[in-house]
T-cell receptor, first 117, second 117 residues
């Protein structure tokens, strides 16, 4: 069965410091991996995805994520955090072999990022 | 591009009434739309997958007679909460995906806050 784990409910970072939001996954085949951000009372905004190729993926707003197959991880990173990055972050996975599921995504439980000035 | 809208953004209704929520892909054709439910500070729970012109596929535990989904066109899906009760109060989010959905990200609507009195 597919699953995603975000081990930290909350991450606190000082503005200007690097940030990492952790994500590990479990799929039967090769994964498609996604990161989304959600601001209060809003839908999710797409940040980046890993499908194949280079393990380091660059996305929106200066975020990047590194796919590590041996550790089954896809941690989200940013070199210098901004107060405006404070939001709820979701990691999601889809197994590319399961087309008959119509592209269903499995979401992690979310990590609340708080960036203080 | 790839904008998804939802209407209404919030709705308050009396117990026992029905509420319809619309999800539209504004600038692309979405063969597949997804409906999620989210409780405060929690992850998204997939309710159903909706394919244009066919019956929706509901997740286990979701009552199909209570949450009616219609995907009548490539740009519109609707979720009707029938005979709403206070426990149906939640944040409902839709998403849409290009075909094929495998490697493509889902684009999310801004969500609809439903409060049942």
């Amino acid at each position: 069965a597919q699953s995603v784990a975000q081990p930290e409910d909350q991450v606190n970072v000082a503005e200007g410091n690097p940030l990492t939001v952790k994500c590990t996954y479990s799929v039967s085949g090769n994964p498609y991996l996604f990161w989304y951000v959600q601001y209060p009372n809003r839908g999710l905004q797409f940040l980046l995805k890993y499908i194949t190729g280079d393990n380091l993926v660059k996305g929106s707003y200066g975020f990047e994520a590194e796919f590590n197959k041996s550790q089954t991880s896809f941690h989200l990173k940013k070199p210098s955090a901004l107060v405006s990055d404070s939001a709820l972050y979701f990691c999601a996975v889809r197994d590319h072999m399961i087309y008959n599921q119509g592209g269903k995504l499995i979401f992690g439980q979310g990590t609340e990022l708080s960036v203080k000035p | 591009g790839a904008v998804v809208s939802q209407h209404p953004s919030w709705v308050i209704c009396k117990s026992g009434t029905s509420v319809k929520i619309e999800c539209r892909s504004l600038d692309f054709q979405a063969t597949t739309m997804f409906w999620y439910r989210q409780f405060p500070k929690q992850s998204l729970m997939l309710m159903a997958t909706s394919n244009e012109g066919s019956k929706a596929t509901y997740e286990q535990g979701v009552e199909k007679d209570k949450f009616l989904i219609n995907h009548a066109s490539l740009t519109l899906s609707t979720l009707t909460v029938t005979s709403a009760h206070p426990e149906d109060s939640s944040f409902y989010i839709c998403s849409a995906s290009f075909f094929p959905p495998g490697s493509n990200e889902q684009f999310f609507g801004p969500g609809t806050r439903l409060t049942v009195l």
